[in-house]
């Protein structure tokens, strides 16, 4: 595990370049002049306390909102370019596993899980419902395919949301809080997922969280978002900020401390 | 023997070794999903032409694996070993090889622990929607009960009432269709004066426009159409409401602070359109009195008074009355359906569109049916 300047001396290929982004909700800046850069198949996690602005620049780098300013290059194509074609190209590499599924309602498993696999190729029905049935398998939904979301647990619609964010094979995968809301156990049991696709399918990823554990699990390298610095005040190995950042925003959020003005007040 | 086969400039495939012997396939490029079928396509045939004694996948060359492709690797091996041909993989990268590894074959192949949905014949969907229909009445039936007694309690305790919100939907479901209702009420009321004068001009009666104009719309129009402008604005919007509330858990929310959500939601909508409908139907029928109006004295020739006469004449009291009592029930039915469906949601954003429509469809279909017996009824207790 390294920082983003001893993994780019390595000769480590960036995928994913935020440069000096800047953006925010109307006109609230939640972001501002941000710049970073995520290598080949590491596992990026962004945390920081709720409002820190983790979500803003994930939607900003899956390209949901346009920016203020700056920009988001994914293997050097502008994830908001105007290229309609380039950008249809670009967004087929690209998954995002939402934070409870987002599987659509009215469809079972399988069909969340096709559609993708329908729209963007031309592969016949048969070899779709192999495809499928094997991406219900890598994330142990082996035989769900005929279930409807609703009639799962939150934590098998993760995995679910997931089979169908990797439906496509992405070459970069985005995760928003992965293990929010679910018991420790599932939430380890989705850490080990996690860490196993990337490990096996060599899939650059970037995950939204801030719960402790998870962060330890499967971060190769996090940096770390503060609300009123709109931007990056950390960024490294987990286990060395734990333990020898000198930043009490840093040294509170990994040793679980409240700050100051927040214990006097309680 | 070495037989190239290209497919494109993505992979290549090399098939090593004479038919009926040790059989290498060396494969190089990038695999994904993009060159799939010709990949299967070229191993199935290597496969059956070559038919080997041993079989040696040799992945060296490969840049790129996908798992879609994996996975047809691995069904080469499957269908080779069920043909009794030994099939081994040599010089895969640990990248190829963690692919491979994240593949369950048992879940490929697995049946689905629930068969896929069966269309069902006619007679079992009649049935069932037989069913549904008994058990849609029956819940009606006791929401409207439960209702009335929120009702009830809040007419013994005024002050439950939250009147802040009767008054946000009496101006959501009343003066915000003003427009609308002024627009599709003088329309009405123009195209009845134009259809009739056509045929009462052929008897000479053309007189009788404003009379006609003026009975229908007191009688029938005004209610009906007020009630059905009412059950697409309001009785959706009540569902679409409630049913996004209980999708999001805020019902579940009101139940846990112990406050009743009929009291919380569904009265104040109730109270508010009782209030509106009968207003808006004063409303409606005064601008169908007034398109009627403008296409008399402009295009008829009438007389402002004479119009004015004509109408004042075949307005009766009783239909007046009548008439607002029709609207207070249209009312409770818009805004009781419109509620009931609103807490019937169950699971995402489907079932709110579901249930938004059957709002529409389900008061539509009572407003009509309670025309219907108020109009029976009415025949015979109206005074001659």
């Not at chain 1, 390298?221 to 734990?242: C, S, W, Y």
């Amino acid at each position: 595990m390294a920082s983003e300047k001893a993994l780019a001396s390595q000769g480590k290929k960036p995928v994913i370049e935020v440069d000096r982004l800047t953006a925010g909700y109307g006109d609230n800046i939640v972001l501002e002049d941000v710049s970073l850069e995520v290598f080949l198949g590491e596992i990026l996690v962004i945390l920081g306390e709720s409002g820190c602005g983790k979500s803003t620049l994930m939607k900003q780098m899956i390209g949901i909102y346009q920016p203020f300013a700056g920009q988001v290059l994914i293997n050097g194509i502008n994830i908001n370019t105007e290229d309609e074609m380039e950008q249809g190209r670009l967004r087929r590499h690209i998954g995002v596993a939402f934070q409870a599924g987002a599987l659509f309602g009215s469809m079972t498993l399988g069909e969340n899980v096709s559609l993708p696999l329908q729209e963007y190729t031309d592969l016949p029905e048969e070899e779709i419902d192999r495809i499928v049935r094997m991406k219900l398998g890598m994330v142990n939904l082996g035989g769900y395919e005929n279930h409807l979301p609703e009639e799962l647990s939150g934590g098998m619609q993760k995995r679910a949301g997931l089979a169908r964010a990797m439906a496509l094979d992405p070459r970069v995968l985005f995760f928003d809080e992965p293990s929010a809301g679910l018991d420790p156990v599932t939430a380890a049991e989705l850490d080990i997922l996690i860490k196993s696709i990337n490990a096996g399918m060599g899939i650059t990823m970037v995950v939204v969280t801030h719960e402790l554990q998870s962060i330890f699990n499967i971060a190769h390298r996090v940096i770390m978002l503060d609300k009123e610095a709109r931007g990056l005040i950390a960024e490294g190995d987990p286990r060395e900020l734990q333990k020898h950042s000198e930043d009490p925003r840093v040294h509170n959020f990994f040793n679980r401390l409240p700050s100051r003005l927040k214990a006097r007040k309680i | 023997m070495a037989e190239p086969s290209e497919r494109g400039p993505e992979f290549t495939l090399e098939v090593e070794g004479d038919k009926g012997k040790a059989v290498r396939l060396r494969i190089s490029g990038h695999l994904s999903l993009d060159n799939l079928l010709p990949l299967r396509s070229e191993l199935e045939s290597a496969l059956s032409r070559m038919i080997p004694a041993d079989l040696t996948v040799d992945l060296a060359g490969l840049s790129y694996v996908d798992s879609a492709a994996a996975l047809a690797l691995l069904d080469l091996k499957d269908e080779a070993e069920r043909q009794s041909i030994p099939c081994s993989f040599a010089n895969a990268s640990e990248k190829t090889r963690g692919v491979m590894g994240l593949i369950d074959p048992e879940a490929v192949s697995m049946a689905p622990l629930r068969p896929e949905a069966q269309p069902q014949d006619v007679f079992t969907q009649i049935g069932d929607e037989t069913r549904l229909l008994w058990k849609d009445f029956c819940d009606l039936q006791s929401f409207l009960g439960d209702l009335l007694l929120a009702l009830v309690f809040c007419f013994r305790h005024p002050g439950s009432v939250r009147w802040l919100d009767v008054l946000f939907y009496m101006k959501r479901a009343g003066a915000d269709a003003l427009p609308i209702l002024s627009l599709m009420s003088i329309g009405t009321g123009a195209v009845i004066a134009f259809l009739s004068a056509l045929q009462l001009k052929l008897v000479g009666a053309t007189i009788y426009v404003a009379a006609l104009i003026a009975i229908a719309v007191v009688q029938e129009l005004g209610p009906m159409l007020t009630a059905i402008l009412v059950s697409g604005r309001s009785s959706s919007a009540f569902a679409a409401e409630i049913g996004t509330m209980m999708v999001k858990e805020e019902v579940d929310a009101l139940v846990a602070f112990g406050f009743d959500p009929l009291r919380f939601l569904a009265v104040p909508k109730l109270l508010a359109t009782v209030v509106v409908l009968p207003l808006l139907t004063l409303y409606s029928m005064l601008f169908c009195i007034v398109g009627g109006f403008l296409v008399g004295v402009y295009l008829l020739d009438f007389t402002v008074y004479t119009y004015i006469n004509e109408t004042m004449k075949n307005i009766m009291l009783f239909d007046l009355g009548s008439s607002l009592v029709k609207s207070v029930v249209f009312a409770v039915v818009v805004a009781s359906i419109g509620c009931q469906r609103g807490f019937q949601v169950r699971g995402g954003a489907e079932a709110v569109g579901t249930m938004t429509t059957s709002a529409v469809v389900t008061s539509l279909f009572l407003v009509v049916l309670v025309e219907c017996i108020f109009a029976i009824v009415l025949h015979y207790v109206r005074p001659a």
